[in-house]
């Protein structure tokens, strides 16, 4: 199969996580792409391909003796953002202006001007009721699609190491990789977006959750005495600076992002993610919410209102660095597929950054996924080839 045909058969397959799941994979659908994987990989002659209990599809392919073992990983997984059942892609070539998705919904380069740079390419747009799954299975196809040619042809390249994670998008694709087993000296995810981009930084990550206890009574007789801890929760949020958002952020700018919230008068709650490159601002990021619950406690009574505050990954940057061969690698791939390197860091995180703690330094290789988690996704077919082509270099430089 082609890259491109790898990815219009896996975006068939509905696997969203689940955020509110205990289980490993958080759906059973992920594993129903996972098996499908399996097989696939199997028919290619990669014979020790297997998915275990938890989701997680690993396989290898024996290279150059004394050559690092190099692995490739990509998730299996789609965000809950956005529905990911019953995708409708579609080819289009894009010649500027507007595209519609549907009746009433147009993906536009006034809203997104990155369109702008896909002029004259072949994209794979949604119908408007969906989100793609680009975000990762573009990342599965170009891993796939290159290992198939390298089998295919032959030629020395390092031994290889396949992963593909489940739960990726809920932050918890890292959480039983199998590493001992995998057996990779390097990895790389391939998770990122426009041509050329190569990543090894990312944010630092929190997740907070800000509970507000208030007293609801009648509101004909609430003077004095009614606690309204929807108001409460509202002041809360005043005290966040009013430009660190996603909205209003880019490149290394940090931000506090409300992802949810919900109220009465007895009790409020609002969900928050905290993001930022620097650890020092991030930290203080974080201290800031500490500092605004206990104002608030102090002007309206202790225990009115409570941060729940959770890490969930740092910035790769301090693992990667010390291994920068991996960086320049990767680099090196790219200019020979005629791509010129972009480094840039990545707003958000992948599987790779929790991997790097661990001990596998894991860099991010674009896929030409764009607008990824909602309606407007795209992918461009051509950045894709050149993502296959990038990865197939790559495999093949570390034999050398």
């Known amino acids: ?106 993906l536009s380069p006034e809203d997104f001007p990155i369109l702008n740079r896909s002029v004259g390419k072949h994209l794979i747009v949604t119908d408007g009721t969906t989100l793609l799954g680009a975000d990762d299975k573009a990342g599965i196809a170009e891993i796939l699609t290159a290992v198939e040619e390298l089998l295919a042809e032959g030629g020395a390249h390092a031994p290889l190491r396949i992963g593909f994670t489940p739960d990726e998008e809920i932050g918890r694709g890292a959480d039983r990789f199998d590493l001992a087993h995998f057996g990779a000296d390097y990895a790389y995810t391939v998770d990122g977006g426009t041509l050329g981009e190569l990543e090894y930084e990312n944010f630092n990550a929190a997740s907070a959750v800000v509970t507000v206890h208030g007293r609801n009574v009648h509101p004909g007789s609430a003077k004095r005495c009614m606690v309204n801890a929807q108001l409460i929760a509202m002041e809360f949020h005043g005290m966040l600076p009013v430009h660190d958002r996603p909205e209003a952020t880019e490149g290394y700018e940090g931000f506090s992002h409300l992802c949810a919230m919900q109220g009465e008068v007895e009790k409020a709650t609002l969900e928050y993610i905290i993001r930022d490159h620097d650890r020092a601002t991030f930290e203080a990021r974080k201290a800031l919410f500490a500092s605004a619950a206990d104002f608030l406690n102090a002007k309206y ?78 992918c461009s077919l051509d950045t894709m080839k050149r993502a296959e082509q990038t990865i197939l270099n790559l495999i093949q430089l570390w034999a050398e």
């Open 1 to 106: 199969m082609t890259v491109t045909e790898r990815l219009l058969h896996y975006v068939s397959f509905d696997t969203q996580s689940d955020e509110s799941s205990e289980t490993c994979p958080s759906t059973a659908k992920q594993k129903l792409l996972g098996e499908a994987l399996v097989e696939e990989m199997r028919a290619m002659g990669i014979a020790d391909a297997r998915i275990d209990k938890d989701g997680y599809v690993y396989g290898s392919v024996p290279g150059a003796p004394g050559a690092p073992a190099i692995g490739l990983i990509a998730h299996m997984d789609t965000s809950p953002d956005c529905s990911g059942r019953d995708i409708k892609p579609r080819i289009v070539e894009y010649t500027g202006g507007d595209i519609a998705l549907n009746d009433t919904t147009a």
């Open 301 to 378: 009574g202790a225990g009115t209102v409570e941060v729940a505050l959770r890490d969930s990954y740092y910035n790769m940057r301090e693992k990667i660095e010390p291994h920068m061969a991996i960086v320049e690698a990767a680099q090196q791939a790219m200019r020979d597929a005629g791509v010129t390197p972009r480094v840039v860091p990545i707003r958000g995180g992948t599987d790779g950054a929790r991997l790097s703690y661990e001990g596998l330094p894991c860099p991010n290789l674009f896929t030409g996924g764009m607008n990824f988690h909602g309606k407007f996704e795209y």
